[in-house]
């Protein structure tokens, strides 16, 4: 795996690679950041430049950070990459999606084991023609189906399509069914292919909060939810060796 250049400078989180660990949980939102800080003990505040909450403490023992990523490929990759420079070994995303498939219902959690992407732009800028293969590390997989099962937390594994039009998704919602997509969100194939191209071990998880097929919804219990998502990441990330 290649390395992150050493010449790059990180414009966007103000921190030190000494307040950052290289076990990382990332958000795209900044309020669900705050709300996983209260799992940490000696939580500390090590930037809010640009809206990128990045919070360094321990969960259980372990030194960890969570981070926001924000929405969307170009503002995920300059997270991703500049958490690469900061010396991150391994991030897992604890986010949100739709599901695309009967087993993929509202309440769910998406263990997603790759993400296709379509005319990203972001991933253009990195790979050219080349349909660069998104996945997640197995090793991450593993530990995340291991720890949700363990915390009887009902998910399901599956392959999502990272997509760059978040109120354009309808028109091609069943075409990307019939190709055999489980979920749609945004980051994850922005995740693993950097994680690949950068040497960071990646995973992901996120919420299913509604269904577009069967026209479902998580109306309630969706913020216990995602903070029960998100100690699971926590805690993977707590067993993971880098």
């Given at each position: 795996?290649?390395?992150?250049?050493?010449?790059?400078?990180?414009?966007?989180?103000?921190?030190?690679?000494?307040?950052?660990?290289?076990?990382?949980?990332?958000?795209?939102?900044?309020?669900?950041?705050?709300?996983?800080?209260?799992?940490?003990?000696?939580?500390?505040?090590?930037?809010?430049?640009?809206?990128?909450?990045?919070?360094?403490?321990?969960?259980?023992?372990?030194?960890?950070?969570?981070?926001?990523?924000?929405?969307?490929?170009?503002?995920?990759?300059?997270?991703?990459?500049?958490?690469?420079?900061?010396?991150?070994?391994?991030?897992?995303?604890?986010?949100?999606?739709?599901?695309?498939?009967?087993?993929?219902?509202?309440?769910?959690?998406?263990?997603?084991?790759?993400?296709?992407?379509?005319?990203?732009?972001?991933?253009?800028?990195y790979f050219g023609g080349v349909s660069m293969p998104a996945y997640a590390t197995p090793e991450v997989v593993l530990t995340l189906?291991?720890?949700?099962?363990?915390?009887?937390?009902?998910?399901?594994?599956?392959?999502?399509?990272?997509?760059?039009?978040?109120?354009?998704?309808?028109?091609?919602?069943?075409?990307?069914?019939?190709?055999?997509?489980?979920?749609?969100?945004?980051?994850?194939?922005?995740?693993?292919?950097?994680?690949?191209?950068?040497?960071?071990?990646?995973?992901?998880?996120?919420?299913?909060?509604?269904?577009?097929?069967?026209?479902?919804?998580?109306?309630?219990?969706?913020?216990?939810?995602?903070?029960?998502?998100?100690?699971?990441?926590?805690?993977?990330?707590?067993?993971?060796?880098?």
């Amino acid at each position: 795996m290649f390395r992150h250049p050493l010449s790059k400078k990180v414009y966007h989180i103000k921190a030190s690679p000494e307040q950052v660990s290289p076990k990382i949980l990332v958000c795209g939102d900044p309020g669900r950041v705050e709300a996983a800080s209260s799992l940490l003990d000696g939580a500390t505040v090590v930037n809010r430049h640009r809206g990128y909450l990045v919070v360094t403490g321990e969960y259980r023992g372990e030194r960890v950070t969570l981070a926001t990523h924000g929405i969307g490929a170009p503002s995920a990759a300059i997270v991703f990459e500049e958490l690469a420079m900061l010396g991150a070994k391994v991030m897992i995303r604890a986010g949100t999606c739709g599901g695309l498939t009967p087993i993929a219902e509202s309440g769910k959690i998406a263990l997603i084991e790759a993400a296709a992407y379509e005319n990203s732009g972001t991933l253009y800028q990195y790979f050219g023609g080349v349909s660069m293969p998104a996945y997640a590390t197995p090793e991450v997989v593993l530990t995340l189906e291991s720890v949700l099962r363990e915390k009887g937390l009902s998910f399901v594994r599956g392959i999502a399509l990272s997509h760059d039009a978040f109120h354009k998704v309808e028109e091609n919602a069943r075409r990307w069914a019939s190709l055999g997509v489980d979920f749609l969100e945004m980051e994850s194939a922005t995740l693993f292919a950097l994680g690949r191209l950068r040497g960071v071990k990646v995973g992901a998880m996120a919420l299913v909060v509604d269904n577009l097929l069967s026209g479902s919804e998580l109306v309630e219990g969706r913020e216990e939810l995602e903070l029960k998502m998100v100690e699971a990441g926590l805690e993977a990330l707590r067993r993971m060796k880098v």
